[in-house]
Nanobody, 121 residues
Framework: QVQLVESGGGLVQAGGSLRLSCAASGSIFSINAMGWYRQAPGKQRELVAAITSGGSTNYADSVKGRFTISRDNAKNTVYLQMNSLKPEDTAVYYC???????????????WGQGTQVTVSS
């Protein structure tokens, strides 16, 4: 049993900051990539940022220079530091992790429950 628990969402004014966190727990052998996706009302889910186990990162063009993804492998936790927030960033943010569970034969994508981020003008 593997689960991802997210926290850190909330309501902020434009220009403000939030830090999201996502901790993986359960019978985990290893975690490869971790990332954050978001889905705004009426829009498709999109990749916001991703980070490999080695620390290589990738960002959506819309958040480059404003968001920073990081991870703490000892805690099986990934973070998303969001600065200079814009109303367009308003969405439900979902954590994702590619997890090889103990006794499993392949990595599986696990998802968090989602956390709401609302940015007001």
């Amino acid at each position: 049993q593997v689960q991802l628990v997210e926290s850190g969402g909330g309501l902020v004014q434009a220009g403000g900051s939030l830090r999201l966190s996502c901790a993986a727990s359960g019978s985990i052998f290893s975690i490869n990539a971790m990332g954050w996706y978001r889905q705004a009302p009426g829009k498709q889910r999109e990749l916001v940022a991703a980070i490999t186990s080695g620390g290589s990162t990738n960002y959506a063009d819309s958040v480059k220079g404003r968001f920073t993804i990081s991870r703490d492998n000892a805690k099986n936790t990934v973070y998303l530091q969001m600065n200079s927030l814009k109303p367009e960033d308003t969405a439900v943010y979902y954590c994702n992790a590619e997890v090889l569970g103990v006794g499993a034969t392949y990595e599986y994508d696990y998802w968090g429950q989602g956390t709401q981020v609302t940015v007001s003008s």
